[in-house]
């Protein structure tokens, strides 16, 4: 990811209960549905075999591990989930960038992936993140993919870069909290003046900062979320 100069940006996003707007890449919109059946009845078993035949033995375990967190969590409150699903991928995965692990500058990769390589970068944290909550029961409207711009270098630095995290509503009106692979403390939005939004995004929609204009016009990062879905799909989590 690049690194730019940092400049204000608005406000941390709110729940869909409490405001939406039209945004850009409004087609994500549409992926909810897709979303929506990725969750309905998977297959663990299958992303368990998957993760043995593609990536040998210890891919298997981080799988089985997972799937040992899962059910361990199911009965746990949501503070607990998130706590204990931030805890096992910031502990689990190293942070690599993508060039290294997958050969290519952006890929956002599956839960079964990034498991399976047992590195990922910033969107491969949250999206695990993100899926394993929404297995937990967590209601989309209280979860958000957010992209950021993370403050580097000190308080005087004036120089970001790009950068993911997950934000978990408590309820409407309030800040979210932050689920980050750069820090294992979850803290509220406002104990994190290093990160300044940009969009965010879940299974019912896309928003960009608190602005109302909107643009349709889909980009790139619009079929990396559907190739992931994909091929979430296809590995069983479906």
């Not at 643009?215 to 979430?232: C, I, K, Q, Y």
Request: net charge neutral; glycine share 8%.
């Amino acid at each position: 990811m690049s690194a730019y100069r940092v400049q204000p940006f608005g406000s941390w996003p709110v729940s869909p209960a409490r405001r939406s707007f039209p945004v850009r890449w409004a087609l994500l919109v549409f992926l909810g549905v897709l979303l929506g059946s990725v969750l309905a009845a998977s297959d663990l078993d299958r992303m368990q075999r998957l993760a043995a035949s593609r990536y040998g033995a210890a891919a298997a375990e981080s799988v089985a591990a997972w799937r040992r967190l899962m059910a361990e969590a199911a009965d746990s409150n949501e503070i607990e989930k998130l706590a204990r699903v931030n805890t096992f991928f910031n502990r689990k995965i190293r942070f690599e960038d993508d060039i290294v692990v997958w050969g290519e500058q952006d890929h956002w990769a599956s839960p079964l992936e990034l498991m399976g390589k047992g590195a990922g970068d910033c969107e491969d944290f949250s999206i695990a993140k993100y899926m394993s909550l929404r297995l937990l029961g967590v209601p989309a409207e209280r979860l958000r993919l957010i992209y950021v711009r993370a403050q580097i270098g000190g308080a005087q630095s004036g120089i970001s870069q790009a950068h993911m995290v997950v934000g978990y509503f408590p309820a409407p009106a309030d800040e979210p909290l932050v689920l980050d692979n750069l820090i294992n403390d979850i803290r509220p939005a406002a104990r994190r003046p290093d990160l300044f939004p940009v969009f965010s995004f879940n299974s019912e929609g896309l928003w960009v900062g608190g602005a109302s204009a909107s643009a349709a016009d889909p980009t790139a990062r619009l079929s990396r979320w559907r190739s992931v879905l994909e091929r979430m799909r296809d590995e069983g989590l479906h």
